[in-house]
């Protein structure tokens, strides 16, 4: 409780100290003055000629991003990735596996629907040879 009234004193002491600061206006002597701005003046150098501008070098996107521009910008390429992944999803899942994941034709009422996977699509190609 003590250091608390004894910061305010401080602070009472130096608030009265900095307005009587302010009240107190004194001119600086003229010869001060003087020597200032000699002296800044010999420190300030000579207006330099203006540079010669540089010209703007256009920066040339890379090759990812020229390849990206080529296929159409950044949707084209994520449509692109997104079609990649369903192919690759649709490619490597088994009928029954993608059946199972749909649930389009699976029924439980249906026994025609479970014996699906058991129709041949590609009846057409029984033709071609079976070897390598």
Same mark, same amino acid.
């Given at each position: 409780?003590?250091?608390?009234? #004894?910061?305010?004193?401080?602070?009472?002491?130096?608030?009265?100290?900095?307005?009587?600061?302010?009240? /107190?206006?004194?001119?600086?002597?003229?010869?001060?003055?003087? #020597?200032?701005?000699?002296?800044?003046? %010999?420190? =300030?150098?000579?207006?330099?000629?203006?540079? #010669?501008?540089?010209?703007? /070098?256009?920066?040339?996107?890379? #090759?990812?991003?020229?390849?990206?521009?080529?296929?159409?910008?950044?949707? %084209? &390429?994520?449509? $692109?990735?997104?079609?990649? &992944?369903?192919?690759?999803?649709?490619?490597?899942?088994?009928?029954?596996? $993608?059946?199972? =994941?749909?649930?389009?034709?699976?029924? +439980?009422?249906?026994?025609?629907?479970?014996?699906?996977?058991? &129709?041949?699509?590609?009846?057409?190609?029984?033709?071609?040879? +079976?070897?390598?």
């Amino acid at each position: 409780m003590a250091d608390k009234d #004894r910061i305010t004193a401080m602070d009472q002491e130096l608030d009265a100290l900095f307005a009587t600061a302010r009240r /107190q206006s004194l001119p600086l002597d003229e010869a001060l003055t003087d #020597r200032i701005l000699a002296d800044a003046l %010999a420190l =300030q150098s000579a207006p330099a000629a203006p540079a #010669r501008p540089v010209p703007a /070098q256009a920066v040339r996107p890379g #090759r990812l991003a020229q390849f990206f521009a080529l296929l159409g910008g950044w949707p %084209a &390429v994520a449509g $692109l990735a997104t079609a990649t &992944v369903a192919g690759l999803w649709i490619g490597t899942t088994s009928p029954d596996m $993608l059946y199972a =994941q749909t649930g389009l034709f699976e029924s +439980a009422s249906s026994s025609e629907a479970s014996d699906l996977y058991l &129709v041949d699509a590609f009846s057409a190609f029984d033709a071609l040879p +079976a070897g390598g």
